[in-house]
């Protein structure tokens, strides 16, 4: 049987073309609620509780989990910090000042003087920029839009960043030589999550967020930890997205589809089906797929409100992967050869 540690030595994994397929998959469900304005219609949501982004989000958390407990572990917190520092807040900034400064003055339908003058362009930077605030909106933006926020998409850095941060504090305090503890810690989660789903009228979409992506970061970490033992088995994959949807409509249900879909993410990435030089590309085009799908979304729909979600997302999906791009060649790939100095290494995402 091939362990996690087996996958991690042979050539090519396949992690860079799962992070794009993901975020691919965020912009193909929010096609559907940006020209709506409604949840349900997402793919997926109906059948399993859950957007079809919501599940490509617990995947970007595996692998998320996975990638930088081996980053602290092989490079120490020092190294971890830069890396993360760079990977996330460049790209941020671009994308945050772009949609305010530029795209914003192209919707608007204030004057540009009175665009630039309105407190709340200024708020909306500092907000996105500060606390990853997804849900503002600029000043006569999208104002006919189901949605008015133009990055909409950017609250799960704060999750992430909360996530890198009990990571780096676990590091600091020499807790991760005890590898036992995030077994413990992915058991501890899966019991709140459950009695949590046993409240009266349901769980809280914040409460659940909260424990939910921690738990699959967690996973991811664990997974790494314990690459020696851990097996990369599809036939456990499916047996353990059998087993979530067996137990659809009880408490048990979201623990484990949560678990299920990041040991079946990393088994993509560790042992997939075919391995290529192609499925492990150095242009890492998912982060700025993710943060520029929404507003190209929100543009689209804004200037063809009629046309509907099935005709709008061929152009998101090409519009949004040219702008990733560009912000790859621009911004990421010269931020990640600063990381290569400052760490004197080649730079790797």
Not at 15 to 38: E, I, K, N, Q, Y
Not at 89 to 101: C, D, R, Y
Not at 216 to 242: H, K, M, N, Q, V
Request: proline share 7%.
């Amino acid at each position: 049987m091939v362990t996690v540690a087996d996958g991690l030595a042979r050539p090519h994994n396949a992690f860079g073309a799962v992070r794009l397929a993901l975020a691919l998959l965020v912009v193909v469900s929010h096609a559907f609620s940006v020209t709506t304005g409604a949840l349900l219609d997402e793919p997926l949501t109906q059948a399993t509780g859950y957007t079809l982004g919501e599940h490509a989000v617990n995947g970007f958390f595996a692998v998320s989990g996975f990638l930088v407990t081996m980053s602290l572990m092989r490079r120490g917190p020092r190294d971890y910090v830069v890396a993360r520092a760079l990977r996330i807040v460049p790209g941020l900034v671009a994308a945050t000042l772009i949609v305010a400064l530029g795209l914003g003055s192209l919707m608007t339908r204030l004057d540009l003087a009175a665009y630039w003058a309105d407190p709340g362009l200024w708020r909306f930077i500092e907000g996105t920029l500060t606390t990853f605030k997804s849900n503002a909106a600029l000043p006569g933006v999208f104002s006919e839009n189901p949605f008015r926020f133009p990055m909409g998409t950017v609250w799960t850095l704060k999750y992430e960043v909360l996530c890198y941060l009990g990571l780096l504090a676990a590091g600091l305090l020499g807790t991760l030589r005890w590898r036992w503890l995030c077994p413990l810690l992915v058991a501890g989660l899966f019991v709140a999550l459950t009695l949590a789903g046993l409240r009266a009228g349901g769980m809280p979409k914040g409460l659940e967020t909260s424990m939910r992506l921690p738990l699959i970061f967690a996973t991811g970490a664990a997974l790494f930890l314990y690459a020696d033992r851990a097996r990369l088995s599809w036939p456990l994959a499916f047996a353990l997205l059998a087993l979530a949807a067996l137990l659809h409509g009880t408490a048990l249900y979201t623990p484990m589809l949560f678990l299920a879909e990041a040991y079946g993410i990393l088994c993509l990435g560790l042992a997939p089906p075919v391995r290529h030089p192609a499925l492990d590309p150095r242009a890492d085009l998912s982060y700025g797929t993710y943060l520029y799908g929404w507003p190209i979304q929100q543009s689209l729909h804004a200037l063809f409100p009629a046309v509907s979600a099935w005709w709008l997302l061929p152009p998101s999906l090409l519009l949004t992967l040219a702008v990733a791009a560009l912000s790859w060649r621009l911004v990421e790939r010269p931020a990640l050869s600063w990381k290569a100095r400052l760490m004197g290494r080649q730079p790797t995402v």
